[in-house]
């Protein structure tokens, strides 16, 4: 199938999962993960309609918005290390990824420097997989209401993977438990912190996700095809 072809029924099977969910559909948007693949598949998802990429390096990103500067949004959803934060600043949309407060000092630095707000979520590693980034549960409340003190930083809401099961039901207590700490943090009136956005599902996922209240979900493989390692 082509990916215009693959994006219509991903894009259906979001609207059926919302529904089913008793959701409106337009409270989800698919942020197609672009990674390793070419701007020519990027460029035919846009074509069908696509307007939400996420990359996970920098570099990639880097040479993708410059191939590509008008008419797309990027989001960077990868693990970002505090030293290349500057490559991306002004560039992307959200990012995805901070679980820590030397990354936000960071995010907040650059984006100040162009007196720019960055809009983030922060990510929770809710499995305790080592493997995967992201802040504790317990300490997730510590380090919004550090980072929410910092002038160009606007926390928007939370991210998580979950580990990986070939059953996508096995991943929906990692979904609501995330849904549950939005309820957490928002409980807990922090000024200018929002969770309006759950970045969470996959491409074997993604259903499950949005029964348990995904904003964002992030699928690559459903459709541009399995993805290409470095």
Known sequence: ????????????????????????PASVRLVA???????????????SGQLLFG?????????????????????????LQSNKVRQIAGLVDLIHSVDRISLAREIDRQWGALGRCCDVLIQVNISREA????????????????????AHLRIRGLMTMPPFFDDPEAARPYFR???????????????????????????????????EGATLVRVGSALFGEREYH
Do not use: C
């Open 1 to 24: 199938m082509s990916i215009a072809e693959n994006l219509k029924l991903i894009r259906q099977r979001i609207d059926d999962a919302a529904r089913r969910a008793g959701r409106d």
């Open 33 to 47: 993960v672009s990674k390793t693949k070419p701007v020519s598949a990027i460029v035919e998802a846009r074509d």
């Open 55 to 79: 990359e996970n390096y920098v570099q990639e990103l880097v040479a993708k918005v410059a191939e590509l500067p008008d008419g797309v949004s990027w989001h960077f959803i990868g693990g």
């Open 131 to 150: 493997t995967k980034g992201g802040t504790s549960s317990q300490d997730l409340l510590d380090l919004v209401t550090e980072a929410a003190g910092l």
């Open 177 to 211: 438990r995330l849904r549950e700490l939005a309820g957490e943090v928002e409980a807990a009136g922090i000024a200018g912190v929002e969770m309006a956005e759950l970045s969470m599902g996959m491409s074997g996922d993604f259903e499950a996700a949005i029964a």
